[in-house]
């Protein structure tokens, strides 16, 4: 077959070999049920609920790397160990940037416990900026909430032309916006409420389009405004 599935079915017990520049990697959640060595790419999209496209960027980026059966893309544990790193780095709105900073300290360790150090210095960070973030945010949203008090926001309007308070949220979607309201990235609200990058996708929109807004800021906004979500 041209796409090289006859290669990887003759092969499909075959171990593959350590990565090049194999790291050690601190103690990250694994899939319970590993499966088989070669992973087919749709199978390693399938596990961390990511497209093609996904794994094919961070390859590009240097994060991940497929080997090769025939033309398939394959995988390794190794690399189902890697992605659940980065995975659970993106969760948390790490940028790909610092991803890639984290894998080269992580060069350095000699052990899973100095891995799981570097790794523990890395979340500490990323808190120190998200804390920063939702101090910026909360002001923010106290100077949008005077504005609306005042009628100056998006041109000479007040409260009355905000959706009225018999808008209407599904439970998931009341849900999925006070996860936003929380500054959940769509990847984590994904994963909180159990849904598709695509679901999430779908719903957040719904919400936006229902509470007027323009992006996923304003509905937050509005929507605490409005009394849907605690501020």
Request: a negative charge; hydrophobic letters at 45%; proline letters at 6%.
């Given at each position: 077959?041209?796409?090289?599935?006859?290669h990887?079915?003759?092969?499909?017990?075959?171990?593959?070999?350590?990565?090049?520049?194999?790291?050690?990697?601190?103690?990250?959640p694994?899939?319970?049920?590993?499966?088989?060595?070669?992973?087919?790419?749709?199978?390693?999209?399938?596990?961390?609920g990511?497209?093609?496209?996904?794994?094919?960027?961070?390859?590009e980026?240097?994060?991940?790397?497929?080997?090769?059966?025939?033309?398939?893309r394959?995988?390794?544990?190794?690399d189902?160990?890697?992605?659940?790193?980065?995975n659970?780095?993106?969760?948390?709105?790490?940028?790909?940037?610092?991803?890639?900073?984290?894998?080269e300290?992580?060069?350095?360790?000699?052990?899973?416990?100095e891995?799981?150090?570097?790794?523990?210095?890395?979340?500490?960070?990323?808190?120190?900026?998200?804390?920063?973030?939702?101090?910026t945010i909360?002001?923010?949203?106290?100077?949008?909430?005077?504005?609306?008090?005042?009628?100056v926001?998006d041109?000479p309007?007040?409260?009355?032309?905000?959706?009225?308070?018999t808008?209407?949220?599904?439970?998931?979607?009341?849900?999925?916006?006070?996860?936003?309201?929380?500054?959940?990235?769509?990847?984590?609200?994904?994963?909180?409420?159990?849904?598709?990058?695509?679901?999430?996708?779908?719903?957040?929109?719904?919400?936006?389009?229902?509470?007027?807004?323009?992006?996923?800021?304003?509905?937050?906004?509005?929507?605490?405004?409005?009394?849907?979500?605690?501020?």
């Amino acid at each position: 077959m041209a796409d090289g599935s006859e290669h990887l079915q003759k092969d499909s017990h075959r171990p593959l070999a350590p990565p090049a520049g194999a790291i050690h990697l601190p103690d990250i959640p694994l899939p319970r049920d590993m499966p088989a060595e070669p992973i087919p790419i749709a199978d390693m999209a399938e596990i961390f609920g990511i497209t093609h496209r996904t794994l094919h960027f961070y390859e590009e980026k240097g994060l991940i790397s497929a080997q090769r059966i025939g033309l398939m893309r394959v995988y390794g544990h190794s690399d189902i160990a890697r992605m659940a790193l980065i995975n659970a780095c993106r969760e948390i709105g790490m940028p790909v940037a610092g991803i890639q900073d984290l894998l080269e300290a992580l060069r350095s360790a000699n052990s899973t416990a100095e891995a799981n150090r570097i790794f523990e210095d890395a979340l500490l960070a990323r808190k120190r900026e998200l804390t920063a973030d939702l101090s910026t945010i909360h002001r923010q949203l106290q100077q949008l909430a005077s504005l609306v008090s005042h009628g100056v926001i998006d041109g000479p309007v007040d409260r009355a032309a905000l959706p009225d308070d018999t808008i209407a949220l599904t439970e998931l979607e009341r849900r999925c916006v006070e996860l936003m309201a929380e500054d959940y990235t769509p990847a984590r609200v994904a994963h909180a409420l159990s849904l598709t990058s695509s679901q999430v996708e779908t719903l957040e929109t719904a919400i936006i389009r229902k509470l007027d807004a323009h992006n996923r800021f304003q509905a937050v906004a509005k929507a605490v405004l409005l009394g849907l979500v605690a501020s």
